[in-house]
């Protein structure tokens, strides 16, 4: 099957600023790929371009098979960061409405619309004005004028932003529901846990250009984890710790845990058997790399000393993660 | 092209369904036909008959008699008659003026004549002649205590003294430098204006009879004062206009107001259009819609749905108004004043000045974040809508100077001009018109192309408000 987004020497620029800077992608069809980057990074811009909102200035893109998603747009769902609804509008009328626009006939769309309504707990303020709504239920029923239409490719740029973690639940279970209905996702976020917890490809943008392109088994295969998380049954085990092959420093983290850097190189399993082998321990646990920490190595690699962790982190309050 | 066609239909609803259309713009010719209705009505009640005498204190001793005169009912008759007869006169007159067939003169004087009935019927007077030796204080204090409505005073009680006038002798007979002095004239409170005029003027006029028989030059030349009456009378001209065609009656005050009007009717039909359209898109975008209609609509498809809709909604104002106004002529039988074929004209010229209007309003809306950064950029649309007003006069004035002749052929105004020159007094030359339709066509065209890349550009930009360059270069870039 051929991808369902491809784009080569993607490049846009507004005025001095180079947005976008030859970008070349492949999203299979069928994936649920996750565009993260910091603010700025050129995600929004690349989206639109996908989108054919905005134009690149040279480079090629397909989309869905087709040279641009004008052609596709009703295949489309597309979710924008600047997202918005009409005040006055009711706000099934304003899902009918869209659902029209996206090639629905009219008694189809109102089905559907009352089916999601229903769905996501908003069956009783149908009638009821855009503007009354809550936050939340207006970040529900931008996803259901996103999804309406039943779409292949969906495309959600900032999905998680200003939701609270409740609601950030439910969303990921939509898309996660999307994906096993088969549809592409592709979604960009800056909050690299929803990232890792959701996709199976992540595309890293830094300064508008691409710096990993892979799929999540890749990614824990290529950053091996180098941290390992022990609790011993006697708590005053750190030194016979420290004494294992290929461990370079044990931190003590809560009452009775260690957390042990290894060497590079070291080979986790091993260091694993190792420990096992050294002290009666109550847990031993090899901790993934987080998609942060491969996403500051590879900053740091290209020679760029200046991103922060905290950049990677805004809105912390709101998008700490929640467990299921 | 079902999708610009859904945009246009929720463009066009959420427009005519609020309160704001409702009232303002639907409710406004119905309110200013309720007022006009109740100011008729009015005006047609008859206020409370008043019974009363007025008070004459003639010092002059020449003129008591022609009051009374000219209050008996007999008098009263015979001026009635005049006064119908001369308003039958003046209908016929106007009417040919504007070229009126004659029903509708009868109709006209048959209106006049009511309100001079209703007029007239409303006073029953008596003339009580007072000695000069009177006590005029004294008259003066008992007037200032009179209440002159029946209704407040006891019954059977004689009808009260509503006025005391005093004609000085200075009044009929001058002074050595040919001064005459005025005559006073003291009412009661509460007294009709209307008719303390009547008395103020039936005294004048038996003052000037009297000064009239009282002038010994007169009297041997054996006129009367009603000959001399018919003497001053100034004289009214009888104007028509040469044309090639032939003559044509001046219609006076017309010929500048059906200009007005049809000018009047496109500005404000296209303005309501173009206003509403302003302000939609401005809230799309400040209510970061626009995206989300960017994901189902292309940034083309979107602007022309919603000009389409606003112009549904300019045609429903322009419609609504027109066919107010052409009701109104169909039943006063007005019809033949005006050229149906205006009518097409303005249709026509509507779609011109709503689709230049309407692509500046579109290119506006789509640049700026809020409404208040609006302002500063509608300075070109200020201008297209103030010119007509000033170009109104001196063009109704002279529909075919070269003024006007070159005015019709700026794009954006011309649909306005040429309004104003169809509905003039003079005949348009025939070529001028399709000329004028065809630079406004072209200038749609020109308007909406450089609209529609504003717009795509546009819509998606937040922040500081483009300046024209940068909205050149947004025309240039895509």
């Given amino acids: ?324 | 092209m079902l999708k610009t066609f859904y945009v246009a239909w929720r463009e066009f609803t959420s427009t005519i369904w609020t309160k704001g259309f409702i009232i303002g713009v639907l409710m406004t010719p119905l309110i200013m036909l309720v007022v006009a209705g109740a100011i008729a009505l009015t005006k047609n009640l008859k206020g409370p008959r008043l019974i009363g005498s007025i008070a004459v204190i003639d010092e002059s001793g020449r003129v008591a008699q022609g009051i009374k005169t000219r209050f008996s009912p007999e008098f009263l008759k015979s001026e009635k008659e005049q006064l119908v007869k001369s308003v039958d006169q003046t209908a016929k007159e106007g009417a040919d003026k504007i070229g009126l067939s004659e029903d509708q003169a009868a109709m006209a004087s048959g209106i006049a004549k009511d309100a001079i009935n209703n007029a007239l019927s409303k006073a029953d007077l008596t003339i009580e002649e007072l000695p000069p030796t009177i006590d005029l204080a004294a008259a003066k204090a008992a007037l200032a205590a009179i209440d002159i409505h029946e209704k407040n005073r006891p019954e059977g009680s004689p009808p009260p003294r509503v006025a005391i006038a005093v004609v000085p002798a200075g009044a009929v007979t001058p002074s050595a430098e040919g001064v005459y002095t005025k005559f006073e004239l003291f009412t009661a409170q509460k007294l009709d204006f209307e008719i303390q005029g009547r008395i103020e003027n039936k005294i004048a006029a038996a003052i000037v009879d009297a000064r009239i028989t009282s002038d010994d030059r007169i009297q041997r030349s054996g006129l009367t004062p009603e000959d001399i009456r018919a003497l001053v009378k100034e004289p009214d001209a009888n104007t028509a206009t040469l044309t090639k065609e032939g003559e044509k009656k001046n219609a006076g005050a017309a010929q500048f107001l059906l200009p007005m009007a049809f000018m009047l009717l496109l500005l404000m039909s296209v303005m309501t259009g173009g206003q509403y359209l302003l302000t939609s898109t401005v809230e799309e975008k400040s209510s970061r819609v626009m995206e989300v209609l960017l994901s189902a609509v292309s940034p083309a498809q979107l602007m022309i749905g919603k000009i389409v809709g606003q112009m549904c909604v300019g045609l429903v104002i322009l419609t609504l108004y027109s066919g107010v106004a052409v009701a109104s002529l169909i039943v006063f039988s007005f019809m033949h004043v005006l050229d149906p074929i205006l009518l097409v004209y303005l249709f026509i010229f509507f779609f011109i000045a709503f689709f230049i209007i309407a692509s500046m309003m579109a290119a506006v809306g789509s640049a700026v974040s809020e409404m208040r950064e609006a302002q500063t950029m509608m300075t070109p649309i200020m201008v297209i809508i103030m010119l007509p007003w000033l170009l109104w006069m001196p063009i109704s004035r002279a529909p075919n100077s070269l003024f006007s002749t070159i005015m019709s052929f700026v794009p954006g105004i011309n649909p306005f001009v040429m309004m104003i020159r169809l509905t003039g007094s003079e005949p348009t030359p025939t070529w001028q018109i399709p000329v004028s339709i065809l630079v406004g066509l072209i200038s749609v065209v020109i308007c909406a192309w450089g609209a529609s890349k504003i717009f795509r550009i546009g819509v998606l930009m937040y922040g500081k408000p483009p300046n024209v360059r940068t909205l050149i270069k947004w025309i240039r870039m895509a």
């Fill in chain 1, 1 to 324: 099957m051929p991808d369902a987004i491809v784009t080569r020497r993607l490049t846009k620029t507004f005025g001095p600023k180079l947005a976008v800077n030859s970008l070349d992608l492949n999203i299979p069809t069928g994936s649920i790929c996750g565009v993260i980057g910091p603010n700025g990074a050129g995600k929004t811009t690349t989206i639109r371009m996908i989108m054919s909102i905005i134009f690149p200035d040279s480079g090629e893109l397909s989309v869905l098979g087709k040279a641009s998603a004008v052609e596709s747009k009703d295949r489309i769902g597309y979710l924008p960061e600047e997202r918005g609804l009409y005040k006055k509008m009711k706000v099934f009328s304003f899902l009918t409405y869209l659902a029209k626009l996206k090639g629905i006939d009219s008694p189809a769309a109102s089905t559907k619309v009352a089916n999601w309504l229903a769905r996501v707990g908003l069956g009783d303020v149908a009638r009821k004005k855009c503007e009354e709504l809550s936050k939340g239920m207006q970040q529900k029923v931008q996803f259901i004028a996103a999804v309406i239409h039943e779409p292949d490719l969906l495309i959600l740029d900032e999905v998680f932003s200003g939701l609270d973690p409740v609601n950030r639940l439910l969303i990921r279970e939509l898309i996660d529901e999307q994906h096993r209905d088969g549809r592409t996702i592709l979604f960009s976020t800056h909050a690299m846990y929803e990232a890792e917890q959701l996709c199976d490809r992540i595309l890293m943008i830094h300064r508008g250009q691409k710096v990993l392109d892979a799929t999540m088994p890749e990614i824990y295969a290529r950053f091996d984890p180098r941290t390992m998380l022990v609790q011993p049954i006697h708590p005053d085990a750190a030194d016979s710790l420290r004494a294992i092959d290929g461990v370079i420093a044990v931190d003590p983290v809560d009452i009775d845990s260690f957390e042990l850097k290894l060497r590079d190189g070291t080979d986790p399993i091993d260091a694993v058997r190792r420990v096992a082998m050294a002290i009666p321990a109550r847990r031993i646990e090899l901790k993934r790399t987080s998609l942060e920490d491969v996403f500051i190595d590879l900053v740091q690699a290209t020679g760029d000393q200046t991103i922060k962790r905290e950049d990677l982190r805004t809105n912390t309050t709101l998008e700490q993660p929640v467990h299921a």
